[in-house]
């Protein structure tokens, strides 16, 4: 922002790159993590496996317990690794060259009014390379009409 700092954590679905759940936060504490895991859950189901980067709120208490309750396997990056987590760090790229860059926000409601509409365009309507012509939502919906017809 203009005028101080705003933390922002989203849940992704790697396979079709969609923003499951997504939190803004003044402070780097965990429960707004937690909170943007536990919506993730509520919303589409439990993954497998989470990653995340060494950051001190998901390496402490709150988070991995969060993950041990939902009986979700813990997987982090490795020190200095950025490539592990490259499908965040790329979302992180475009949110911040196509919103935050191009927008002066002044207070975290009129930022968070701002990510939420791009988010939103982001996986509605914004074709990822990996998937062709589908966007996220599309390619989350194809995976998950694959996973009922084999299951």
Same mark, same amino acid.
């Given at each position: 922002m203009r005028r101080g700092f705003l933390y922002l954590v989203a849940i992704m679905d790697w396979y079709s790159r969609k923003v499951l759940s997504w %939190?803004?936060?003044n402070s780097m504490e965990? *429960?707004?993590?937690?909170?943007?895991?536990?919506e993730a859950i509520a919303k589409y189901g439990k993954p497998g496996i989470m990653n995340s980067d060494q950051g001190r709120q998901f390496t402490g208490f709150e988070w991995t317990q969060a993950l041990k309750d939902a009986d979700v396997k813990i997987s982090m *990056?490795?020190?200095g690794r950025w490539i592990d987590n490259r499908m965040i760090e %790329?979302?992180?790229r475009s949110l911040k060259y196509e919103c935050i860059y191009l927008n002066a926000f002044e207070t975290g409601s009129e930022? %968070?009014?701002g990510i939420r509409k791009w988010?939103?365009?982001?996986n509605s309507e914004r074709p990822h390379s990996t998937h062709g012509i589908l966007t996220p939502d599309e390619a989350y919906e194809t995976k998950l009409r694959t996973e009922r017809l084999t299951a």
């Open positions: %939190r803004l936060s965990a *429960d707004f993590c937690v909170e943007a895991l536990k *990056d490795g020190k %790329r979302l992180w930022m %968070r009014a988010l939103t365009y982001y």
